[in-house]
DNA sequence: ACTGCCATGTAAGACGTTACATGATTAA
DNA sequence: TTAATCATGTAACGTCTTACATGGCAGT
């Protein structure tokens, strides 16, 4: 249900906008914590204009349809914002992994958690890059440097930590 | 599909266990890095067996079924510890709610933000609890305290940023 | 003409949650 | 005998992924 809350929300901070281009917003930065491709994106603000929490505004070029959020969906959003969870819990494959690492050779395991710093690295300069260019300073935006700042420091933190001296950990 | 390999890789680390048993597991630990009921164990579990990665071995008080891991499943989670990714992206509704902080007045968005510093806070002192009570240390396990050192060392990041100087950040 | 991106949608299947359902054993 | 915990399962429903499918417009 997380979903129509991620579209509310971004239909809030930029008032019309496409299904493709919520899309995108989704592919650069709103994704990392809730990603969603176009065939979850349509038929979700298609059902959220049936419930009368966006609406259909104007026309654009190639068939691009723009949608507004209503009053009530902005009351709806704010009232998920409030309430806050209980949430569905969060499942991380990569997490999993670290308890069953006595499954691989020490030598396997310590080259997958070199791999795994590889991948918390590319996270981290794409978190740095969105820095750098995300410059909106408006206070609609800030939240988003918010966001990403919660991301920058996590990522940094599970970096630091498979870096640390766990290996020895694993040998026999 | 990553249930089938939580489900492989403890009846590696434990040799004959129940669904029970392992429910238990996920409770306790396991969960959280990938939560599963026990309406997700037993069903996964009668597949596994179906395709020879585990076996049902004797039998125990009431109506308990105890299982093991063959040579087959531990081929299989081993598998799938070397290939590594992709795996699922991870989805955070408390990632989320970071975005759009400024639909809160700024009152409310702090008060928010101390509530997840408290929900960060019991979450570290149950994996202090667990810290505490695990004290195996035999080699399969203990691929679980390095599981357990990153959930701390994540959730203490978590702490940190949340306790820091952003609320600031969302005044008008 | 062709390639690439813009832009929207649906169908089938995999995965996850909630609710329903049942029985055995132990401790108070 | 009653409550709690052990122990297993299924059905209905919701969510997510993969694959299929289509057309508009711009640049080369």
Redesign the interface.
Known sequence: M?LR??LL?LL??EQPATGYALLKHFER???????AGHYQIYPELARLRDEGLIRRVGMEPRGAKPYEITKAG?EE??RW??Q??P??????????????????EPD?AVE?LR?EVE?HKAVLAEYEEIAKEDVADV??Q??????L???L??T???I??LEGP?PA??E?
Do not use: C, H, I, N
């Not at 930065?29 to 990603?35: R, S």
């Not at 949430?87 to 691989?104: I, M, T």
């Open positions: 997380s809350y991620a929300g809030a901070t930065t709103l994704g990392y914590a809730w990603p902005l959003v704010r914002m409030r806050g969870g949430d569905r819990p969060v499942r991380s494959a990569p997490a999993l992994r670290l308890f069953f690492l006595w499954l691989l396997e997958y791999s991948r206070r609609k800030r939240s988003f440097r918010v966001a700042e919660a991301g420091r996590t940094r933190a599970r630091e930590f766990k950990t694993l026999p």
